[in-house]
């Protein structure tokens, strides 16, 4: 029913390491990437993926294919489900029934490409043969930036004339229209007449994750304004998506291990010349979801270069703020502020790759700047500032992903405030704003046990069959969250591998409108975000009507087996403090009647 051409739409924008690199762990090996096969068992990898080609080819069990068969096969998606995971994430929407999608439209993408792929070879070879290039090299000799960098990142020129573009391209014989929405043309109002959108600039070619020119941005070689101009968005170019650099930063460091995000492509072009050739650039916006979401599917270490003013700080604080529900453990995110008068670029000429990286290690930690930001307008020695601190804090806290960074994040705020991480947490659950039924605190010893009840006794695939099951039917008929009372759920929070159930519950008890959309949007973000989809699809066994009763069962059981846990944690913790008061042979009567439970330190 779905037109071949949106499929290949759909893979020609997908990256197909990004989609395999969320199960395979993959190295950079030349041109392609390699790693362990995922279809049969192996010690050497012989599995490799072409990101140009957009396939992947084991050369141990011939598996073949592309993103979407890589879905099909591996993580066991329906066709269906499978494109319209990868359709969304490129921002496209599965054409609905009877809904033909306009063939013009693709074409038009497919022409636009092809469009930016010209002119891109003509701007490099105008910095190369055109009579004025000069004006070109020196600008860039004048920013110390060599030959090889400007191949590196294929930088061109565009020379100061009104039709030189559009004189080239007319020996193509594109079509007018597509040309115009391409973006390289701006068209006079009211008249046939365009002329080209870039002149007398240094132009940067803008890729996507392919290395597809997907844009420019141009600067401005002689005086005048704008100094800086980007193409306006165009069928193939989303601002809030794309960053300049990344699809270099990628090629050029086989084992990219951070990033730092900075503002310019001459910071981008200056860091790499200068040995750094992990710096992105952000197109002119603030830092969007889109990009932390992207960068940290590459790096698990980000780093935002900001100016050290109060224009920097503001930024600075932007971007902490959309990077807070992405800060899983083992991710990190810390802030470079740049002295006055000095960005990267002049910063990184002035003091080399040693003064740089230098800097760079001793950057301001999340940590530090998330406090010192909110500490600046508060007096922390009175009683009234340590309340505000805490009650700006706690709601931002709640946005980071449950873990031992979330964790140390409270226990942070609680020696600043003087309060202990327990009340810390069932203040914030009263600031929460969610609407008319509030879920209470979260019990302290179900939080304090959570690490404990990570080794635990019910088999992992039953537990696992279990859970999948609730979501299933909870997807299906959301109602079903009425069965239990919102505090009898809390104590599911105490189990991680019970994250999607509980906030997935929580989520339903706390919205007036529901429907999976609603659910898939707000979950969009989660690692388990595909396992939730599976989930909707699941076939389920029962009758809809079966559905209360098996529910009300599996959370049963949940709940029973937690409360066992968390006694029995209870009682360990009695037992290790009464411990020091003991003789030695009550001690050993202890170890006897304990039999088989290891007591630390008796
Ligand atoms: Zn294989």
Not at 395 to 417: A, C, E, H, T, Y
Not at 562 to 569: H, I, N
Request: overall charge neutral.
């Amino acid at each position: 029913m779905i037109p071949q051409d949106f499929i290949e739409e759909v893979l020609d924008r997908t990256d197909i390491v990004e989609i395999i690199e969320a199960s395979v762990v993959l190295k950079k090996m030349g041109k392609n990437y390699q790693g362990l096969c995922p279809f049969h068992k192996e010690k050497t990898p012989s599995f490799t993926v072409s990101q140009d080609k957009g396939f992947y080819h084991c050369f141990g069990c011939n598996a073949h294919g592309g993103a979407l068969k890589f879905l099909q096969e591996h993580l066991r998606m329906d066709f269906i489900p499978a494109l319209e995971m990868l359709a969304e994430r490129v921002g496209m929407k599965l054409p609905q029934q009877d809904e033909v999608l306009p063939r013009q439209e693709n074409r038009e993408r497919r022409v636009i490409y092809e469009i930016l792929e010209h002119a891109s070879k003509f701007y490099k070879e105008q910095l190369r043969t055109n009579s004025t290039r000069e004006r070109a090299v020196e600008y860039l000799k004048g920013r110390g930036l060599s030959g090889h960098i400007a191949r590196d990142f294929d930088l061109g020129y565009s020379v100061a004339k009104w039709d030189s573009l559009q004189t080239f391209m007319a020996s193509s014989n594109f079509e007018r229209v597509f040309l115009n929405n391409s973006g390289m043309l701006v068209q006079r109002d009211g008249s046939d007449h365009s002329y080209d959108r870039f002149r007398d600039r240094i132009m940067f070619p803008i890729k996507d994750l392919r290395g597809k020119v997907i844009a420019f941005g141009g600067r401005l070689i002689g005086d005048g304004k704008p100094k800086y101009l980007n193409s306006p968005e165009t069928p193939v170019f989303q601002k809030g998506r794309e960053l300049y650099g990344l699809y270099e930063a990628r090629r050029r460091t086989p084992h990219l291990e951070k990033i730092i995000v900075v503002e310019g492509y001459m910071d981008v072009l200056a860091l790499a010349q200068n040995g750094i050739p992990y710096a992105v650039a952000t197109l002119g916006t603030a830092t969007t979801d889109n990009h932390i979401e992207r960068l940290f599917r590459f790096v698990s270490r980000i780093v935002f270069c900001f100016d050290g003013d109060e224009a920097g700080r503001k930024a600075a604080w932007k971007a902490l703020d959309a990077v807070l529900p992405y800060l899983q453990d083992g991710r990190t995110v810390a802030f470079l502020f740049l002295p006055d008068e000095e960005d990267p670029d002049s910063l990184v000429r002035k003091e080399g790759k040693d003064g740089f990286e230098g800097r760079l290690s001793k950057c301001t930690s999340f940590t530090d700047f998330f406090y010192s930001h909110l500490e600046s307008s508060l007096d922390m020695s009175t009683p009234e500032g340590k309340a505000s601190l805490s009650k700006m804090a706690m709601p931002l806290v709640d946005q980071i992903p449950k873990g031992v960074f979330k964790q140390l994040m409270v226990n942070s705020l609680s020696s600043r405030v003087g309060l202990t991480s327990e009340t810390l947490i069932s203040a914030s659950a009263s600031y929460q704003k969610r609407k008319s039924r509030q879920s209470g605190p979260i019990p302290p010893s179900s939080i304090k046990n959570a690490v404990t009840l990570a080794k635990n006794d019910i088999p992992k695939s039953e537990l696992g069959g279990q859970v999948d099951r609730a979501v299933s039917m909870l997807l299906k008929q959301p109602e079903l969250a009425d069965l239990f009372e919102p505090e009898e759920y809390s104590l599911l929070k105490a189990d991680e591998r019970l994250s999607l159930l509980s906030d997935l519950l929580d989520f339903i008890m706390h919205e007036d409108i529901l429907s999976p959309e609603i659910i898939f949007k707000y979950f969009n973000d989660r690692p388990d975000f595909m396992r939730l989809q599976q989930l909707a699809k699941k076939e389920q066994l029962l009758d809809i009507s079966q559905f209360a009763d098996e529910f009300k069962g599996i959370v049963r059981l949940q709940l029973h087996r937690l409360e066992e846990e968390s006694k029995k944690t209870d009682i360990e913790n009695l037992l290790q403090r009464a411990i020091g008061t003991l003789s030695s042979e009550e001690k050993d009567l202890i170890r006897r009647y304990h039999n088989g439970h290891s007591l630390k330190n008796v």
